[in-house]
């Protein structure tokens, strides 16, 4: 065993700042906690290239006492906490004591304080840790932090940050729940000199609005109740506004933006269903607690709290949430009632007015030389949506026309080559045709159809009995058609009659810029419109039949750090086959379901695009087990 040795301070500082400055956000959202245990009403934060150059924290607080400034940068000192009591009773942000020190540790800090009682105010500067410089200065009263040359020293951490537009997303989004659980106070951000966010200070709408945009606050509603010994108010979305991921909640207790699982389950629960399972719903929810009632100290980003009573925490949310959707599902109801009677007497006072024509003096005059053009019957079946066509359009007998018609060429049987093909599905391994002999599902027996849901076939010389999923099989036949289509063929770009023009957060304005390149290769062009504003302008020849709200939820819900344009080019393209596809309880024609086999024959793949089985086999034993027969 090697020898136990005593880490110098250097090494030390270095490692604990890994468990507070993760990244430049990390950074930020620390200054500006000190900023607001300061008392500061106006915070100006400025940021250039992502942070990884350059961060500004300014304020208006109670500054840093000249006699305080050579320990402020040491570990583990903190004006929040003297005693460990004061553990059980945190009502500051900050309270350990690590971070301007490891913010110190890993860059280069100057920083300008002055408090009220000073003629002057000083400036201070700090190398990896230690103090260069410190000397009188003129300035106001408050507090200004600026950080340089991030991770310089610390090469290992530097290379794993992302891209400068990414820790500038990050960057916007860590600001952006700090305005909203300080609305009280003004902000105002500028990343790469253009203002980012600017508040006033006037409260919680007016903070919704400057993160989230004019369409968040108009679709949210605001409760507030009072359970046992807290208070739960804030605001949720009604039911016509929902997200495609949850960037759009954020928890609050006692001023600190959080983590809860707790808040996240209560919401879920309560509009479980209103909702489609993968959305979200909009929230800013405020929790009012005696810190007695928490522990903040969880983890070193403070992130995370835990309640001494969760299960209160969640009835203060989910109870008031509740109502409020019963009450908005209520209204919904009533004026669709209104509506459809609006209509039905629409209706029955045409009907009147025709009925008791003038016959002598007719309101309608009919050009009787009028001759129709001979118009072919046939044509009149044929679906003109691609999307939405399944089989041949030429038949031969054109007497029983399917219902739907194929939007493409013909499948090619080998799908080997796909490269951006994820699944490993192939004929002859993990599907049910390595069964030996197995007859094609076109050559079974069709016994028929349960639930207008799924085709029941019988393979009689194997002993087998298959159950199809109608809507699954299709959208798997629609989706590689799709990809296929995509794969093959010379890119063909549309351009769009009307723009469509879409609001996001300031955060996803961010994200979405930067990924303007990888979007313009998959032939969608789109641009910035204003603030906080994107306008599409273009689309692939292929999507031209996909919402183009769609897209964007799409794009938002796969900008992770990990995003891949094919993989979001599969999303949207299954996503279109799912919606193009024949659904359950839908009837097929006799034609339709030869249509179907004869393709799944020729499919390798027995799963839809979003992993659900196209197919069930059963063999006779199974049945034999069930009813007894054998054991």
Not at 28 to 37: A, M, P, Q, R, Y
Not at 488 to 506: C, F, G, N
Not at 510 to 520: D, G, K, R, T, V
Request: proline share 4%.
């Amino acid at each position: 065993m090697s020898k136990i040795n005593i880490l110098s301070s250097d090494i030390y500082n270095k490692i604990s700042a890994g468990e507070v400055v993760e990244r430049p956000a990390s950074i930020v959202k620390e200054l500006v906690e000190n900023s607001l245990d300061a008392g500061a009403k106006n915070i100006e934060i400025t940021v250039k290239n992502g942070g990884i150059d350059f961060i500004n924290v300014a304020d208006d607080g109670s500054g840093i006492e000249k006699d305080d400034i050579d320990i402020a940068f040491l570990p583990h000192t903190t004006s929040k906490i003297a005693l460990a009591e004061d553990l059980s009773e945190i009502k500051t942000l900050g309270f350990r004591g690590e971070a301007l020190a490891s913010i110190a540790a890993v860059s280069v800090i100057e920083m300008l304080t002055k408090t009220a009682a000073d003629e002057t105010g000083a400036k201070v500067e700090v190398h990896a840790g230690r103090i260069k410089y410190k000397g009188d200065y003129s300035c106001n009263t408050g507090t200004s932090v600026r950080v340089t040359d991030l991770f310089h020293n610390v090469p290992a951490r530097k290379k794993f940050l992302k891209s400068v537009g990414r820790e500038s997303a990050e960057i916007t989004s860590v600001i952006g729940k700090l305005i909203l659980a300080n609305p009280q106070t003004k902000f105002k951000y500028i990343n790469n000199d253009k203002i980012i966010f600017q508040t006033n200070g006037s409260g919680a709408k007016e903070a919704v609005y400057a993160v989230y945009g004019e369409e968040a606050v108009r679709h949210c509603v605001k409760f507030d109740d009072f359970y046992k010994n807290l208070r739960a108010w804030g605001y949720v979305s009604d039911l016509n506004y929902f997200k495609p991921n949850s960037s759009y909640q954020t928890f609050v207790v006692n001023g600190r933006y959080v983590n809860s699982p707790q808040l996240s389950s209560a919401l879920k629960n309560v509009y479980k269903d209103y909702m489609m399972t993968k959305n979200f719903p909009f929230a800013v929810i405020y929790i009012e607690i005696d810190p007695s009632e928490i522990d903040v100290n969880v983890h070193p980003n403070k992130l995370e709290v835990k309640f001494s009573d969760p299960g209160a925490v969640f009835l203060s949310v989910a109870t008031p949430v509740k109502q409020i959707l019963n009450n908005l599902s209520h209204d919904r109801a009533r004026l669709l009632l209104e509506r459809e009677e609006s209509q039905r007497k629409t209706k029955r006072d045409a009907d009147y007015e025709l009925k008791h024509l003038d016959t002598h003096n007719p309101l309608l005059f009919v050009n009787q030389k009028f001759e129709p053009e001979e118009v072919d019957a046939n044509s009149l079946l044929v679906c003109t949506d691609p999307d939405i066509n399944i089989a041949p359009q030429e038949k031969k007998n054109t007497e029983k026309e399917t219902e739907f018609q194929p939007a493409f060429e013909e499948l090619v049987q080998n799908l080997n080559n796909r490269e951006n093909t994820q699944q490993k599905e192939v004929h002859g391994e993990n599907s049910v045709f390595k069964q030996k002999n197995m007859l094609p599902f076109s050559k079974c027996y069709r016994k028929g159809v349960i639930f207008q849901s799924y085709l029941m076939l019988e393979d009689y010389e194997n002993e087998l009995l298959h159950l199809i999923d109608q809507h699954a099989a299709h959208e798997r036949i629609l989706f590689d058609k799709f990809m296929l289509e995509y794969e093959t063929r010379k890119l063909e770009i549309q351009d769009l009659l009307t723009p469509y023009v879409r609001h996001v957060s300031a955060t996803e304005f961010q994200i979405l810029s930067e990924l303007l390149p990888q979007m313009e290769m998959m032939g969608f062009y789109y641009e910035p419109f204003g603030s906080n504003t994107i306008k599409l302008t273009a689309i692939p020849l292929l999507f031209t039949n996909l919402s183009h709200k769609d897209f964007f939820d799409a794009v938002l819900e796969n900008c992770g750090e990990g995003f891949d344009a094919k993989s979001l080019t599969k999303d949207i393209l299954a996503q279109k086959a799912c919606k193009a596809a024949i659904k359950a309880g839908q009837s097929m024609s006799v034609y339709d379901v030869d249509y179907l086999l004869k393709k799944l024959d020729e499919n390798i793949f027995l799963k839809c695009p979003h992993g659900r089985p196209l197919v069930a086999t059963y063999k006779k034993t199974d049945f034999d087990k069930l009813f007894k027969r054998i054991v």
